[in-house]
């Protein structure tokens, strides 16, 4: 609950880890994530385009830390955390 993110449907507000999971799609089974150094790079990145088009939320991990969290925390209510940039994530 600590832990909020911005996320590609989210705007201006940040949300957390459960509110993610509360509006995840019907049969979706990860949270989808991707890193960068601002929500400017990875919210124009070429990774989430196919999630975009699926409907599928994405966190944006900008700060420094998301990264090594996201590697301790590896899921969330039983849902695996996913970077967006490595497999084919959602297909």
């Given at each position: ?11 201006d ?14 049969g979706q089974?990860?949270?989808f994530?991707i890193?960068g150094e601002s ?15 699926k409907?599928?939320?994405v ?6 830390v998301?990264e090594?969290?996201?590697?301790q925390l590896?899921?969330?209510d039983g849902?695996?955390l996913k ?5 084919r994530?959602?297909l």
């Amino acid at each position: 609950e600590l832990l909020r993110f911005h996320t590609s449907k989210s705007g201006d507000e940040q949300i957390s880890l459960k509110e993610y999971v509360d509006r995840m799609k019907e049969g979706q089974n990860d949270i989808f994530y991707i890193t960068g150094e601002s929500i400017t790079a990875v919210s124009s990145s070429p990774f989430l385009e196919n999630l975009r088009k699926k409907g599928l939320e994405v966190l944006y991990m900008v700060d420094p830390v998301d990264e090594y969290a996201v590697q301790q925390l590896k899921e969330f209510d039983g849902k695996k955390l996913k970077p967006t940039t490595k497999g084919r994530p959602g297909l």
